[in-house]
């Protein structure tokens, strides 16, 4: 691990000051994510702010019937929450899909919408990869392409995003709550967080200001239904997914559905939305039109319709 200086903020304010103060610095709290890639010398931030002492740690309802979400609040507190567990059941169920119990003690809210998009590749320090090394290649474009993205994706990157929180929070309409540089607040739909790749480079990931912060995540009113996630891997447990369905089923066939494991970050549209009293396969017809997969993730398109048809099925029956 390369050298790097550490300090500990007190208030939010006081994080973005110091961020801004120290050129490239990082934010960092569950580090679960971050410190991986630092010990491996493929993220070498010169500074860290820990904002673990600044307060985002708590669960509180809004003025429309909502839930704000502090960004520091840890995925287990999240996913056991008494508000979410009755009001948002995708998002709990996400949670508990994703990694495993220790490292849920320690993520936080913010966290896992900052783990970066990656693949073996992007590991592999002897390989390009335009995320590591803008401008040296993506070795991953011509290389072994089975857990990759079918769609969203560019010629400088096709890694797939690996959370499944995020793919419930796509589903459920939720916004990030985002502290600027000059201390105001500015919110974003998680729709619009993540960026897809692109023909620039570097390769962009998040919608995000060099030291901006994450104050919170807010969810809209519940809105009922079947709320279920369904995550395809190839392993129990901690891996990603392959292809994962969050979903919102209200009795008359209408709803929300998002994808992950699909594209570089989680896959949705009103139009596919739109078609799901129709059925999986005009789901997966509307969401997946311009996909480009190859032989060996061609597989992902069919695994996608199977998927959200077991989940329509699982919808009806419960």
């Not at 961020?19 to 860290?48: Q, V, Y």
């Not at 992007?122 to 474009?141: I, S, V």
Request: hydrophobic share 40%; aromatic share 6%.
């Amino acid at each position: 691990m390369k050298p790097f200086s550490y300090e500990r903020a007190t208030s939010p304010a006081d994080a973005v000051t110091r961020a801004a103060a120290k050129p490239g610095a990082r934010f960092i709290a569950g580090g679960t994510n971050l410190l991986d890639l630092m010990k491996l010398e493929i993220s070498t931030p010169a500074h860290l702010v820990d904002v673990n002492g600044i307060g985002l740690d708590t669960i509180e309802k809004t003025a429309d019937g909502g839930l704000r979400v502090g960004a520091l609040v840890r995925n287990t507190d999240l996913a056991s929450h008494a508000a979410v567990t009755k009001g948002y059941p995708l998002l709990s169920k996400a949670i508990v899909a994703g990694a495993s119990g220790q490292l849920r003690n320690k993520a936080t809210t913010a966290g896992n919408l900052m783990q970066r998009t990656r693949c073996p590749y992007f590991y592999d320090k002897n390989l390009p990869c335009n995320k590591r090394d803008p401008g040296t290649g993506c070795a991953a474009a011509g290389g072994y392409s089975r857990g990759h993205s079918v769609i969203g994706v560019s010629g400088n990157c096709v890694c797939a995003y690996p959370s499944d929180m995020t793919v419930a929070l796509h589903a459920l309409d939720a916004t990030v709550e985002i502290m600027q540089l000059d201390r105001t607040t500015r919110t974003l739909p998680v729709r619009d967080f993540h960026l897809l790749p692109g023909d620039d480079l570097p390769v962009g990931e998040f919608a995000l200001k060099p030291g901006e912060l994450i104050t919170a995540v807010v969810l809209p009113k519940p809105v009922g239904g079947k709320q279920l996630y369904h995550k395809v891997r190839d392993r129990a447990s901690y891996a990603f997914a392959l292809v994962s369905v969050a979903a919102i089923i209200q009795p008359d066939g209408t709803g929300h559905v998002a994808f992950g494991g699909v594209a570089p970050k989680p896959w949705r549209s009103d139009a596919a939305d739109a078609a799901l009293p129709r059925g999986a396969k005009a789901v997966t017809d509307t969401l997946f039109a311009d996909a480009t997969p190859t032989d060996q993730n061609q597989f992902k398109l069919t695994l996608a319709t199977r998927t959200l048809g077991a989940v329509l099925i699982d919808a009806k029956a419960s």
